[in-house]
């Protein structure tokens, strides 16, 4: 069996990391020949880095990601990220700007990125609601960008996929966007779904989850709230409520129900948006979050209760992309002619091929 030092290493650039759910997927990722490995990294959040370096011990660079020279960074064969979505996304109804706003082109800086480091592949992620931006041109747009870069194009492709079907606890349908590049001759397909009509259940998820120290502390709440989850059912949310009226926020008081996947999980808001345990009439603690994120327990999140939480709901599963990213060394293990496999294998860094 291939000693883990043995392996050849991919190494990462981690854009828009956050607390680094996308990385450590990147990280778990199984092969006997290939591992990745992060050499640089980078977000705007001061508590999001804090956790990132507590967690993976690497000096991720913090600061606005405009304000980065991409050209003054690593060589790498792998650049990872997902580029913000406020913008994108389908929770405020109508009211996304998607291109018309500032953060709905930070996108443009994962495209300098790859251009300028012309990895072997990349993978992005976003959320659902950037398929239906102008009836699909943005998606397009997004596409085209980054098939075109410099001196050599990728193929790109992009998918909607709810990692609950592959073992994450939780429904959360998610854009995956991966392109490789265009002189490896290769074609990535997505992996198979492994849990389709097998979910992984919140009770199974929990299992254990009281002993955890590490992020556990339940929040305290009004007893009017807790009367009011007490009349709420596993899986029920505030229309349960007498006179409670019907709008299309039904993550309101929304409680989790043992035998399903949670609902995706939500970064921020309050209201009754916390997402909330199903025996017990009370919001769920980070730790239960950070369980539906198939984070490991000893993972530890840096900063307020509200910012971990915001940390959670903004991570890429780590469960969810690893599959993604264990598909893409199948891809250049088995697909690869070769000679040009062979290159890979010896390369320093990507420049060489």
């Keep these: 069996m291939t000693n883990r030092r043995d392996k050849k290493i991919l190494k990462i650039m981690s854009l828009f990391a956050g607390c680094g759910g996308m990385d450590l997927g990147f990280l778990m990722a199984e092969h006997p020949r290939f591992r990745y490995q992060i ?43 997902g580029f ?30 790859v251009s ?7 993978v992005a992620e976003n959320v659902k609601g950037l398929l239906s931006i102008a009836n699909g041109s943005a998606i397009q747009k997004i596409k085209d960008d980054f098939s075109k870069v410099d001196h050599v194009g990728y193929d790109v492709q992009y998918k909607l996929i709810n990692f609950a079907d592959y073992g994450v606890p939780q429904k959360r349908e998610r854009v ?33 989850v009281e002993s955890v120290t590490l992020n556990n502390e339940k929040l305290h709440i009004k007893p009017s709230t807790a009367e009011k989850l007490s009349k709420i059912p596993p899986g029920g949310n505030y229309s349960s409520l007498p006179g409670a009226k019907k709008n ?15 609902p995706t999980l939500v970064a921020a808001g309050g209201g009754g948006t916390w997402g909330y345990h199903y025996k017990e009439p009370r919001p769920l603690t980070n730790r239960e979050r950070a369980r539906i994120q198939t984070f490991p ?46 290159e890979v294998l010896n390369m320093p860094n990507q420049s060489h091929l």
């Design 248 to 262: 299309w926020m039904s993550l309101i008081y929304k409680r989790l129900h043992p035998d399903e996947p949670s």
């Design 84 to 113: 913000p979505c406020e913008d994108f996304s389908i929770v405020r109804g109508d009211t996304r700007r998607g291109f018309g706003a500032k953060r709905g082109l930070l996108y443009t800086k994962f495209v300098e990125a």
């Design 116 to 122: 300028l480091k012309q990895p072997l592949f990349f």
């Design 176 to 208: 995956i966007i991966v392109g490789v590049r265009n002189d490896l001759k290769l074609k990535f397909n997505y992996p198979e779904p492994t849990h389709i009509g097998r979910h992984v259940s919140v009770k199974t998820a929990f299992e254990g």
């Design 297 to 342: 327990d000893d993972f530890e999140f840096i900063g307020s209760t509200t910012e971990v939480r915001r940390q959670i709901g903004n991570a890429v599963p780590p469960l969810g992309i690893k599959p993604i990213a264990e598909q893409l060394l199948k891809m250049v293990n088995g697909d690869l002619e070769p000679q040009k496999l062979k």
């Design 39 to 81: 050499v640089w990294a980078n977000d705007f959040d001061k508590d999001a880095c804090t956790t990132y370096r507590k967690n993976f011990g690497v000096d991720i660079s913090e600061g606005d990601i405009w304000d980065v020279d991409l050209s003054k960074t690593p060589d790498v064969d792998v650049i990872i990220g």
